[in-house]
């Protein structure tokens, strides 16, 4: 399994930003998919999941309001729409996949993770 995550950058406080990750290897039918972040100094959080399939989601508190997942199937693509970002937002973003069970918050119950993509917000 393979995990690429693109869309990274430098933006501004209230600013927007598309993070994407393209999964190859198997089939992702039966996967669960998240985003993670890590901050400098931090341990790594969980950000949101998605069941592949029905596509039902689970987000973190404090993105709610601002980010949305999601994927398209045919291109075995996911997708994080990230909106009104904040500093705070400034990390190392992960996509990560897990193959069967529930939607889990801990980042080591997944068992594959991209390489992470840069998201720095300045105030």
């Known amino acids: 399994v393979q995990l690429v995550e693109t869309g990274g950058g430098l933006v501004q406080a209230g600013d927007s930003l598309r993070l994407s990750c393209a999964a190859s290897?198997?089939?992702?039918?039966?996967?669960?998919m998240g985003w993670f972040r890590q901050a400098p100094g931090k341990e790594r959080e969980f950000v949101v999941a998605?069941?592949?399939?029905?596509?039902?989601?689970h987000y973190a508190d404090s993105v709610k309001s601002r980010f949305t997942i999601s994927r398209d199937i045919a291109k075995n693509t996911l997708y994080l729409q990230m909106n009104s970002l904040k500093p705070e937002d400034t990390a190392v973003y992960y996509c990560?996949?897990?193959?069967?069970?529930?939607?889990?918050?801990?980042?080591?119950?997944?068992?594959?993770w991209g390489q992470g993509t840069q998201v720095t917000v300045s105030s």
């Open positions: 290897g198997r089939t992702f039918s039966r996967s669960i």
């Open positions: 998605v069941n592949w399939i029905p596509g039902s989601t």
């Open positions: 990560a996949a897990k193959f069967g069970g529930t939607f889990v918050t801990t980042p080591s119950l997944y068992d594959y």
